[in-house]
Structure formats: structure tokens, C-alpha cells
């Protein structure tokens, strides 16, 4: 079905209308939060000092620009994809975790749901009062043009505030989901990354230079190829093919069939990104700390950490090996060779020309090595590739690809997917 018609039998469906009706207004309301700011600092000056700060700046993609307003919205969903990320961990690494989700079916997994908003209270909490610390010590050495303090008091309310918007942000993504249409979290990323596009063209617009007329049309090239490849590399998949034997079950002959095992290139998505931002935060949030400590020497070192990793040369190559390194491990911890090589053992399945069991396993964690190489280079070009754009353009509003290009890439592919699941499902009740 071609994208117009997509949308125009969206409308004509009543129930289908009033759902993507629901999602819009909820966004809207994501929006309206993420422009209630938090009083007491100007705007302009916190900006300036996102733009410097390549820690703290790149996490603002996830807040939709609410973190460099410090608004309500100033975490975004960010506690709760990390409250996620953790749960899918812990599923994974202990066996009660992992027992609830597969033998209690839904339940467990509304259970493993409840812990995980449960877990984003305390995270959320952590994340605020640590960015609330970091911009007060970011204005008291001249990072911010107001000095920015809170009382002990000011500080709780300010903390729980922004907590509150960000559960808030939280279950307006739950009903997103809802409806069917998309993933409320990713949507709620995805339209703060859009929406911060005008600023960015007004900016570009403001330092038009005609002789840098071959670098915007270079640019406009680089951006369409990139997209392009996103787009390939995000639906990109290896087929594996499986047979299943003949069987009697029931006084019926069962199986006979042929069919395949996906493997997708790209299987871990954007969590090895988030996990990368996450640990190379790490140590510049320490710095930061103790940056402004009495003691002489500490504040040295801590300056120079924080001045090392706002290097764009290091700061980029330790990225990359971080997402690359990530890649591998998440895919490992999610997609257990042994696991579905019992299953097809059981099921009576194989891969033509391997032996069930053992063998299986060692064929399927090769393969998935091979192209998880290729998602693991691939992802860690994309993180990286804004900084690339900027040190060749020499213009901090060209910026091709990154972590931002991919969410938006992978939410379009995604809410496209569930929109025909919708329609073909509809059409099939009408049949």
C-alpha cells in the first residue's frame, strides 16, 4: 500500500482515526511540557553551554531539547528506557526473572512491566539531581552566563518536579503504545528529534555563506546517501533455512515443511548506543564533580578529564569502540544460539546440511558473529558521524546522520509496520 493511501485509509477507518487522533494530542501534550521550564536560569546562557558540553549535549536528542531548557520534560523518557534496558538484563541473568517472563506468559510480563515503572521512580530521581548538580557547577565556573543555585529545598522540589514530568512522559507512552500505531517511547523520542529540525535550518539559514554553496550540496548528497543506507542496513537481514522432519502426532502427518530463521543485521538497535552514551558520560559526570574541589590537585585532574573528553578526536574514537563493544554484547545477552537450537531440535527442525543440537549452535553463533560485525561497525559509524560532518563542514548545524537519523529511520519503519498490521487486520475482518 503506498504512503498516501496508507494515510487516507487511516481516516476513513473511524476506530483508526480516533487512535492516531489520541497519539497526536498526547504528543502534543509531550510538546507543551517540554516548554514549561524550570525557573530561575536564562535560556540563551543554558543553550550556549549544551553546545559546549559534547557529554550533556548528546543526551538532549532523548529529551526532545527539554534537557537544554530544563523543563519539565528535561529527562524525557530516559529513566524509562533505562529502567527498560535494565529489566530486559536482569530477565536475561536471573532465572526467576527469565522464569516469569516465559512460563507466566502475560501476566509475567505485565509483572516485569509494573517493575520496570516502579524502577524508573528512583532512576529518574538519581538522573535529575545528577544534572541539576552538574549545571550549578557548570555555572559556578562560568559555563552558564547566570550563576545557578538551589537551596536544599529548591532542589527537592525541582527534583521531584522533573521526575513527576518524566513518569509523566512515561505513561503518556504507555497509552501511545496502546493504540497500536507505534511504540509510545520511541514516538515521544522521535518528535522531539523532529522537532528540533527548524531551529537547526534556521541556524544553517542565519550562516549562509555563498562560497560554501559546494559544501551544502555536498551535504544534501551525503544526506540522502546516509539516509538510504540506514534504511538498508535497518532492514537488513540474514536468512537462515530450516527444514522440519515428517512426524505422526494425533494420527496426522505433521511437518514436511521448509521455511527460515531471520537474523537481522542490525539486532541490538540503538540500546549499544544508549549504553555507550551511558558509560562515556560516566567519567566526565565524575569530573565534573569534583572539578571545582579545594583540593588543588583533584581539580587538575578533574579539569582534564573533562577537558579530554571534550576532545572531538578522542571523544569519537572512544565512542565508536564503546557502541562497537556494546553491539556484540547486547546481542549476545538477547539472542542465545543454544537456546533456539534446542527449540528447533524439539520442534524437529534443522538448518540442511547441519546436524540438530550442538552443531546447530556453533553454525548459528557463527553466523551471527559474521553479521553482527557488520551492525557493530555500522552503528558505530552512525554515532560518530556528526562529528565527522562537523569537522569537515566546519558548521555545528550540518550534522548527517547519528544516533538521531537512526530513531528516526528505524520509529518511521516500525510505525509503518504496525499501521498495514492495522489495515491488513481490518481488511481481513471485513473479508
Known amino acids: 500500500m503506498q504512503p498516501f493511501a496508507r494515510f487516507s485509509a487511516l481516516f476513513k477507518a473511524p476506530d483508526l482515526r480516533k487512535k492516531l487522533l489520541i497519539m497526536i494530542g498526547l504528543l502534543v501534550v509531550f510538546r507543551i511540557a517540554s516548554h514549561i521550564p524550570v525557573p530561575g536560569i536564562e535560556a540563551e546562557s543554558l543553550r550556549r553551554f549544551f553546545e559546549g558540553n559534547n557529554l550533556i549535549g548528546l543526551l538532549n536528542i532523548f529529551s526532545g531539547g527539554g534537557l537544554s531548557r ?12 533505562t529502567a527498560s534496558i535494565v529489566m530486559q538484563l536482569l530477565t536475561v541473568i536471573i532465572p526467576k526473572f527469565e522464569q516469569l517472563q516465559r512460563e507466566e506468559g502475560e501476566a509475567g510480563r505485565q509483572k516485569i512491566q509494573m517493575y520496570t515503572r516502579l524502577l524508573a521512580v528512583p532512576l529518574g530521581i538519581v538522573q535529575a539531581f545528577g544534572f541539576l548538580t552538574i549545571l550549578q557547577r557548570g555555572s559556578a565556573g562560568g559555563g552558564i552566563g547566570t550563576q545557578l543555585t538551589f537551596t536544599p529545598l529548591e532542589m527537592a522540589i525541582t527534583i521531584v518536579t522533573v521526575t513527576a514530568g518524566s513518569i509523566l512522559l512515561m505513561w503518556l507512552g504507555e497509552i501511545i503504545t496502546e493504540q497500536g500505531l ?58 537462515i533455512p530450516v527444514s522440519y522432519a515428517k512426524r505422526v502426532r494425533g494420527g496426522k ?12 543485521v ?17 567519567p566526565g559526570v565524575i569530573a565534573q564533580f569534583f572539578a571545582t574541589s579545594k583540593i588543588a590537585m583533584i581539580a587538575e585532574i578533574s579539569r582534564s578529564v573533562v ?26 545477552v538477547t539472542f542465545d544460539p543454544k537456546r533456539i537450537a534446542e527449540h528447533l531440535q524439539k520442534q524437529g527442525g534443522f538448518v540442511p546440511g547441519i546436524r540438530p543440537g550442538h552443531a546447530t ?71
Open 361 to 431: 549452535m556453533i553454525y548459528l553463533k557463527a553466523v551471527t558473529n559474521r553479521i553482527t560485525l557488520a551492525g557493530a561497525l555500522f552503528l558505530g559509524v552512525i554515532a560518530v558521524l556528526p562529528l565527522v560532518a562537523q569537522g569537515f563542514t566546519k558548521m555545528s548545524t550540518l550534522t548527517v546522520g547519528g544516533t538521531g537519523l537512526l530513531i528516526v529511520v528505524s520509529v518511521i519503519l516500525e510505525t509503518m509496520k504496525q499501521i498495514d498490521a492495522q489495515l491488513t487486520m481490518r481488511e481481513y475482518e471485513n473479508s
Open 307 to 332: 577537558s579530554l573528553f571534550n576532545n572531538s578526536t578522542f571523544y569519537g574514537i572512544f565512542y565508536f569502540l564503546l557502541v562497537v563493544v556494546f553491539t556484540y554484547f547486547y546481542t549476545a
Open 266 to 282: 542490525n539486532q541490538a538497535g540503538v540500546i549499544p548506543i544508549i549504553f555507550a552514551l551511558s558509560l562515556l558520560l560516566f
Open 70 to 81: 530544563l523543563s519539565l520534560a528535561m529527562l524525557g523518557v530516559g529513566p524509562y528506557i
Open 182 to 239: 507505534g511504540n509510545g517511547a520511541s514516538l515521544i523520542i522521535f518528535v522531539g528529534i523532529i522537532a528540533q529540525l527548524p531551529q537547526s535550518l534556521q541556524q544553517t539559514v542565519s550562516l549562509y555563506d555563498p562560497t560554501k554553496i559546494p559544501v551544502y550540496l555536498m551535504f544534501l548528497l551525503i544526506a540522502v546517501v546516509v539516509t538510504a543506507g540506514v534504511v538498508f542496513v535497518t532492514e537488513a537481514q540474514r536468512n
Open 253 to 264: 502427518l505433521m511437518g514436511g515443511v521448509s521455511t527460515h530463521l531471520p537474523l537481522r
